[in-house]
């Protein structure tokens, strides 16, 4: 009497052997090796999915920064993929200036570049690694304060260049000439002089 395998058409001689051919080739570890493999293929795919959409380290900051988006987002201390601490002086006439308390902050809110305190520590604090600018904080201080704070090689605050005085910047004891547009990085000390 002849076995009949209905899934291929093959015919063996014992059920025996028609058993042992659906297992190896119609039985569970063909399914089994099947869904192996799916699933090997699959966390390969999500493996390189968060490689690559991982967030940046802070200390290289990436991309350049929308003006909207400094302004307009607010943050809270969690899910920061970037947090950072600039220093910034500025001395107008040799005369050391008080930065207002809470530059950028409100009684709920935080925007992404702030201070807490008048020291000129800056908070830059973004759910997303990018290239903050020096002007980025002065157009947080304008918004908070509801009045132009300009800052770039001509003029810092309301002090412009004349024959006899000038802005000057250093950023880590430094002679530098960014201005507005240097990166903040952090820990770095900048210095604005005007005299």
């Known amino acids: 009497m002849a076995f009949k395998c209905e899934k291929c058409g093959h015919e063996f001689n014992s059920h025996d052997a028609l058993a042992q051919h659906l297992d190896t080739k119609h039985g569970r570890k063909k399914t089994y090796t099947y869904a192996l493999l799916a699933v090997v ?3 390969i795919i999500a493996i390189g999915y968060f490689v690559i ?8 900051p990436i991309g350049n920064v929308d003006d909207r988006f400094v302004l307009e987002t607010n943050i809270a201390h969690t899910g920061l993929a970037m947090h950072i601490h600039p220093e910034l002086d500025i001395t107008i006439n040799e005369q050391p200036f008080i930065f207002p ?4 902050t409100t009684s709920t809110t935080m925007n992404i570049i702030h201070t807490h305190d008048q020291t000129g520590k800056l908070h830059v604090e973004s759910p997303v690694v990018k ?6 904080f002065f157009l ?9 704070k300009v800052f770039n090689s001509t003029c ?5 260049n004349t024959d006899a005085k000038k802005v000057k910047m250093t950023v880590n004891g430094g002679e530098n000439f960014e201005y507005e547009n240097l990166i903040l990085m952090d820990l770095e000390r900048i210095e604005i002089k005007y005299s």
């Not at 959409?53 to 200390?59: E, G, H």
């Not at 308390?101 to 950028?104: D, F, L, M, S, V």
């Open 101 to 104: 308390e809470g530059i950028g």
């Open 41 to 43: 293929v699959l966390l």
């Open 53 to 60: 959409n991982a967030p940046k380290s802070p200390q290289t």
């Open 156 to 160: 810092i605050l309301d002090y412009c």
């Open 140 to 148: 947080t201080w304008s918004k908070w304060s509801g009045k132009e």
């Open 131 to 136: 290239e903050f600018k020096l002007r980025h």
